[in-house]
């Protein structure tokens, strides 16, 4: 699937992973450019910008076409940019993305995932809090 085809706005999903620990985030698509360039809006977790940017980490990104129909594009790299004083995102990718199913986990700024009581710290992004979520197991609050 080619960058150009994706829908605007369409609904999106950032993985981010790094030394065995992942965490996803959910934004929207903007606009898309020349088959390498994906603009989505930024991502707040308690109104602070996650920033992608850092070195070592793993970056992909699911975007849902239609209901239960998903492309993946793997190996992006993202960068915050502002402009008329709003911050987005400019995803890059160098590859075609591939029709992938959907990731089972809930981003960590979904509405369902702010409502849950137990919470972990996750370090995803290097020396930064990138977000809390819902420990699935061990009963700790």
């Keep these: 699937m080619n960058v150009e085809n994706i829908p605007v ?5 950032i993985r981010v ?6 965490a996803l985030f959910e934004t929207t698509i903007i606009q898309t450019t020349d088959n390498k360039y994906i603009y989505t809006m930024p991502i707040r977790i308690n109104n602070k910008l996650v920033n ?11 975007i ?5 129909e998903f492309y993946e594009w793997k190996n992006i790299s993202i960068i ?3 402009e008329d ?7 890059k990718t160098t590859t075609p993305g591939f029709k992938a199913m959907a990731w089972p986990d809930k981003p960590l700024n979904s509405p369902d995932a702010q409502k849950k009581k137990s919470v972990i710290k996750i370090q995803a ?11 699935s197991q061990g009963g700790q609050e």
């Design 9 to 13: 706005p369409a609904m999106a999903v």
């Design 17 to 22: 992973s790094k030394e065995g620990k992942s």
């Design 52 to 62: 992608f940017e850092a070195k070592g980490i793993l970056r992909e990104i699911k």
């Design 125 to 135: 992004i290097a020396d930064a809090e990138v977000a809390e979520a819902a420990r």
């Design 64 to 68: 849902e076409f239609a209901p239960f």
């Design 80 to 82: 915050r940019f502002v």
């Design 85 to 91: 004083g709003k911050s987005y995102l400019r995803i």
